[in-house]
């Protein structure tokens, strides 16, 4: 099964990362990958963009030498009433936001809370994914939150870089158990390097690898096909228009 789109992607606008968006268009062509989305941390994480950085991506091409390229951002939760750190006439220009915890931006709660805010984040509608949710520095019920995603349609990142990121260790038996739950439930999830440099880009090694031990269905992962991701992101009313700019 091959993984052809990563959707978590940050440049040199998040202010701890090191690609440009040339570089990241450049790898994905030489990585053979058929899509890519730019994530760039929202204006709450220490060093991040201003607003106007996610708002003005409709200059950024919409294709690239075969390779689609979307308009994203990771938001930031910032308070237990789920709470995000862009506002909407910035959210409607996007194709699709992931939300997450980092512990710059909010101290983690305890398991309650820390669940019913990602409960709250799922009734937004310009949330489309849930960031590193097996993260152990912010414990949750699990049970619970997939039971939402599956209500509110979202998506469950499978996040390359949370089997190696240091600051998410011990992220490794909650990502199987939310997968494994995922799949009971019928919530489709979207693997991700959530890279920081080009090299990275498409980075799937750890994820690829819990689908198949998990033995989740093709069916539930978005990865495996450009049309799929799109479909799901048009389904909602995004990526209207995928013909404009095109170099
Ligand atoms: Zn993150
Ligand atoms: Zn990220």
Same mark, same amino acid.
């Given at each position: 099964?091959?993984?052809?789109?990563?959707?978590?992607?940050?440049?040199?606008?998040?202010?701890?990362?090191?690609?440009?968006?040339?570089?990241?268009?450049?790898?994905?062509?030489?990585?053979?990958?058929?899509?890519?989305?730019?994530?760039?941390?929202?204006?709450?994480?220490?060093?991040?963009?201003?607003?106007?950085?996610?708002?003005?991506?409709?200059?950024?091409?919409?294709?690239?030498?075969?390779?689609?390229?979307?308009?994203?951002?990771?938001?930031?939760?910032?308070?237990?009433?789920?709470?995000?750190?862009?506002?909407?006439?910035?959210?409607?220009?996007?194709?699709?936001?992931?939300? @997450?915890?980092? !512990?710059?931006?909010?101290?983690?709660?305890?398991?309650?809370?820390?669940? +019913? *805010? $990602? /409960?709250?984040?799922?009734?937004?509608?310009?949330?489309?994914?849930?960031?590193?949710?097996?993260?152990?520095?912010?414990?949750?019920?699990?049970?619970?939150?997939?039971?939402?995603?599956?209500?509110?349609?979202?998506?469950?990142?499978?996040?390359?870089?949370?089997?190696?990121?240091?600051?998410?260790?011990?992220?490794?038996?909650?990502?199987?158990?939310?997968?494994?739950?995922?799949?009971?439930?019928?919530?489709?999830?979207?693997?991700?390097?959530?890279?920081?440099?080009?090299?990275?880009? @498409?980075?799937? !090694?750890?994820?690829?690898?819990?689908?198949?031990?998990?033995?989740?269905? +093709? *069916? $539930? /992962?978005?990865?495996?096909?450009?049309?799929?991701?799109?479909?799901?992101?048009?389904?909602?009313?995004?990526?209207?228009?995928?013909?404009?700019?095109?170099?």
């Amino acid at each position: 099964m091959k993984l052809v789109l990563d959707c978590h992607v940050h440049t040199y606008a998040s202010g701890h990362a090191y690609s440009t968006v040339k570089e990241y268009m450049d790898a994905a062509v030489e990585k053979g990958l058929a899509l890519i989305g730019f994530s760039d941390h929202g204006p709450a994480m220490p060093g991040g963009p201003h607003p106007f950085h996610h708002g003005n991506q409709q200059v950024i091409p919409r294709h690239y030498k075969g390779v689609t390229l979307l308009r994203g951002a990771e938001l930031n939760i910032i308070d237990f009433e789920g709470r995000i750190d862009l506002e909407e006439r910035i959210l409607k220009r996007l194709d699709y936001c992931i939300a @997450g915890f980092h !512990d710059v931006c909010l101290e983690p709660g305890n398991q309650a809370q820390n669940t +019913e *805010t $990602l /409960i709250k984040v799922m009734q937004n509608p310009y949330v489309d994914i849930l960031a590193h949710t097996g993260n152990p520095r912010w414990p949750i019920d699990r049970q619970a939150v997939i039971e939402a995603a599956a209500a509110a349609g979202k998506i469950i990142e499978i996040n390359n870089s949370s089997f190696t990121n240091l600051g998410r260790k011990g992220s490794k038996d909650n990502c199987y158990q939310i997968a494994e739950l995922a799949c009971r439930h019928n919530v489709r999830m979207i693997a991700s390097s959530d890279c920081h440099i080009a090299f990275d880009l @498409g980075k799937f !090694d750890y994820a690829a690898k819990l689908f198949k031990e998990v033995g989740v269905p +093709e *069916t $539930l /992962i978005m990865n495996t096909e450009a049309s799929k991701w799109l479909g799901y992101l048009s389904e909602k009313g995004k990526v209207k228009d995928l013909t404009e700019r095109s170099v």
